[in-house]
């Protein structure tokens, strides 16, 4: 069985829903969740004019290799409605590998582990949250001290839904 952490993003539509279906599709296509972060809000990173996103991490046991997790998530993400229109742009759903196993993948389709992590505080704390201890397989140290180097000055928040 392998070991991958996810990282869920969304700010169209109903970005809360959008985020517990996505769980729903990973859970049955991907492979079994055993860890979710909570929901976390945020600023727009890279192309800021736009709606804040929301944010989570989820660890994964899958038997499914790198590129055929790519496959079934940008599956999910089109069924979701995800359009494809800009780099960093808004969008209704989007699902990244964060990290697979220990592996470090070069591909022309994949980068593991994901390029931005060490720069990213959306992303290291909610994978902070569930995995602070786990070591980033190329800079050889761990979640938590990734995210005490990290510069990013965008605040993240812990999500309140609206009642």
Request: a negative charge; glycine letters at 4%; one cysteine or more.
């Amino acid at each position: 069985m392998n070991n991958a952490f996810l990282l869920l993003g969304a700010n169209l539509g109903e970005p809360d829903r959008q985020l517990k279906d996505a769980l729903k599709e990973i859970n049955e296509k991907v492979g079994r969740i055993t860890r979710y972060s909570s929901v976390y809000e945020t600023e727009a990173w890279g192309v800021t004019d736009q709606p804040k996103f929301l944010n989570q991490v989820v660890n994964i046991e899958t038997t499914l290799a790198p590129l055929q997790i790519l496959e079934v998530i940008q599956a999910i993400e089109e069924k979701l409605g995800r359009v494809r229109l800009t780099t960093w742009g808004a969008r209704v759903i989007d699902i990244d590998i964060l990290y697979y196993n220990e592996l470090q993948l070069d591909h022309e389709r994949l980068i593991i582990p994901h390029p931005y992590i060490a720069d990213r505080k959306f992303t290291l704390i909610p994978l902070c949250e569930i995995a602070p201890e786990y070591i980033h397989p190329v800079l050889k140290i761990s979640n938590a001290e990734v995210l005490e180097l990290c510069k990013d000055p965008l605040n993240v928040y812990r999500y309140q839904p609206e009642k």
